[in-house]
């Protein structure tokens, strides 16, 4: 990747996963917008010959404090607030009907696990970084990363279980 | 349970000789599988969550792009004037250092303001494919457009000839000839590239003992197979997968019979090599007198377009004895490679064979993915061969070929063994509503295999995507067999539908592979 590249690829293809991480932090579109606005520019700013081996990690890092700037300077919305807005950007393509139920009742589960946990998701799932580069994000040691996303799935695996009910075969 | 190892295991971080200790652990007790599998499969679920698709506002990001360039151009003036400033200033420094009785040196400052970068690229250390291939440039009929097609014709004693036609679309440059039977040797030198010399054995040998035909490095080394069906192989460490060209073609008419019953197969009982090989494919091949052929073709894959999926058809005319498969892939172009089907310890066992003999009519379909260099790596792929990181690295020389595909076979009544090569390019790969009625067709069934054993990489195609490239792809399809296929997915979609929901967390997404 030449350099004057970099910035219109990272912007390709870390936009949505910036935003969708930076949500988890400020509980709000524009916010997180805001925040991974202000990450990029900060790319902007820096030897990005240097910075390009390890990308990813670094967009996280810079756009967590950006989310994390926001959510001190704005209203904090509740959990509730989040959960409806989950609901409402409700798009799903025409997936199979018990496909999406699935989802939707695996992503309601998420949103009641600690923030931490939430962000970790977050990293691993959409933003594809391994325990070490979650560590340099979150400031955390490589063996908490494990800890903490292995606490997360197995109550994930305990709530679902207690909740789920097979649906009856037609 | 508190163990972190599982998760560790199932996102792909558990390495080196934590992670050989957890399999021995894995393979002596079915609840601790049973645990994995359940973990792997909430993975498997949190990764195909509908990913977020709010970006920036179109406006937004314009504005943000130049402003973002504007940034990058100041900053880049900034370090000009410094590259001019820094010496000058320096110099500067020093003469009123020099005025003063001090030592001057300009020649030693100047310097460090135009040091240049060392942009040299590494030297690159070649490796020798094999003595009978020759110089592609020295081949200029084989345009790297279109099919290969090779014939080794029996016939012809000794130098097999390369009937290529240069006004047929050839993707790849091919080349056959007459050599030595393989060696254990052959096996070991390939794919992985040390200086360690190994034992020649003979060809009679490695029939006797099929299990003995792994590479012998890798056995040493405790290294896991390569050949192992359905995993992704890191190219940098294994770059050679063989496979056997033995498929019970059966096992299509079984699942069929469930799925029609309305029973859905246990993913474990589903090859996927068995049901791409149950169809016939009208591989183009019409030369007469070919006792083997061999028909590449790549495109993207249809449940990931960022990976390619490569056909390999095989297609025998005369009879063929202690025929060898290899497909040899390009670590400058190919990151990963999967070979589809194949799964099971069976298979595993199975497809490091020679294939004794082959009785035209004969043909047969392998399905690799590939995952091109440059291209998103695996999220939740296991680091297999981080244990061989002591091997060397070595520096790949990009021919731009994506693949090298070895036949090894004898006529029948001579002792001698010829060998095809054929090459195929990363450029003849085509997007895949270009291929072929046959490669659709058979991503289509591939996908479908793929769906039945709860593939994490299946989320990506819907049944419905499935059944519409199927239906695009039936051809001239004579007996109806395609068509029935069609259906058949439409009756497994529903199927898999009810019971995915019902057992979530019952059966697992992922057949989990261990050693022995």
Known sequence: MSAENIIPLAIERFERTLISYAKEITGDIESARDAVQETFLRLSKQDLVAIEPRLAPWLFCVCRNCALDHRRKVVRFSTEALDEEHEAEEDCPAKALMATEDAERLRGLVSKLPERQRELLKLKFEGDLSYKEMGEVMKMSISNVGVQLHEAIQTLRRLWSSEHKPVSTL | ?516
């Open chain 2, 1 to 516: 349970m508190s163990d972190t190892r599982f998760t560790d295991y199932a996102l792909g971080e558990l390495t080196g000789s934590a992670r050989e200790k957890f399999e021995r652990e894995l393979a002596k007790s079915d609840s601790l599988q049973a645990e994995l599998n359940d973990i792997i499969a909430m993975a498997s679920e949190l990764d195909r969550l509908p990913k977020s698709a709010e970006g920036l506002d179109p406006k937004a990001r314009i504005d943000l792009l130049h402003a973002c360039a504007r940034n990058q151009a100041e900053l880049q003036r900034n370090k000009k004037l410094l590259r001019w400033f820094i010496p000058l200033g320096l110099a500067a420094a020093a003469s009123v250092t020099f005025l003063a009785g001090m030592l001057y040196r300009p020649s030693a400052v100047t310097e460090l303001g135009f040091m240049a970068r060392n942009v040299g690229a590494p030297a690159a250390l070649h490796e020798e494919p094999q003595t009978l291939e020759t110089d592609p440039a020295a081949n200029p009929e084989m345009e790297p457009t279109g099919k290969s097609k090779t014939h080794l014709d029996p016939s012809n004693d000794g130098l097999a000839q390369n009937t290529t036609s240069p006004l047929e679309d050839i993707p790849s440059r091919s080349k056959s000839k007459s050599v030595r039977c393989p060696t254990e040797h052959d096996f070991a030198e390939q794919g992985l590239i040390t200086g360690e010399s190994v034992s020649d054995s003979n060809l009679a040998f490695q029939l006797e003992t099929p299990g003995q035909a792994i590479p012998l490095k890798e056995k040493q080394k405790g290294v896991r197979n390569a050949t192992f069906g359905g995993r992704l192989v890191d190219t940098k460490i294994q770059r050679t997968s063989e496979y056997s060209l033995d498929v019970d073609s059966s096992g299509y008419a079984k699942i069929r019979a469930r799925i029609l019953a309305s029973e859905p197969p246990p993913p474990d009982s589903v090859h996927i090599e068995e049901l791409i090989n149950a169809f016939t494919y009208n591989h183009t091949e019409q030369a007469g007198s070919a006792a083997l052929s061999a028909d590449i073709e790549s495109g993207m894959a249809p449940w990931n377009e960022e990976h390619l999926l490569i056909r390999v058809g095989i297609r025998s005319q005369a009879v063929a004895e202690n025929v060898k498969v290899e497909a040899q892939f390009n670590p400058a172009q190919a990151a990963y490679f999967r070979l589809i089907g194949y799964e099971s310890q069976r298979d595993t066992e199975k497809s490091i064979r020679f294939t004794t003999k082959i009785t035209p009519p004969f043909e047969h379909t392998a399905l690799y993915e590939v995952i091109p260099v440059g291209k998103s790596q695996p999220k939740t792929a296991p680091k297999d061969f981080q244990r061989t990181q002591a091997l060397v690295e070595y520096q790949p020389v990009d021919t731009g070929d994506l693949l090298t595909l070895k036949i090894h076979h004898r006529p029948p009544g001579s002792n001698q063994c010829q060998l095809a090569v054929f090459r195929f390019e990363t450029s003849s790969a085509k997007s895949f509503n270009q291929n072929s009625v046959d490669f659709r067709f058979a991503a289509a069934v591939a996908a479908f295999g793929m769906k039945l054993r709860h593939s994490p990489d299946s989320a990506n195609i819907a049944w419905s995507k499935i059944e519409q490239i199927a239906q695009g792809s039936l051809g001239p399809d004579p007996d109806g067999q395609r068509a029935d296929f069609t259906n058949l997915v439409a009756k497994a979609s529903r199927l898999e539908g009810r019971g995915i929901s019902k057992n979530l967390f019952k059966t697992p997404f992922l057949a989990i592979q261990l050693i022995p």
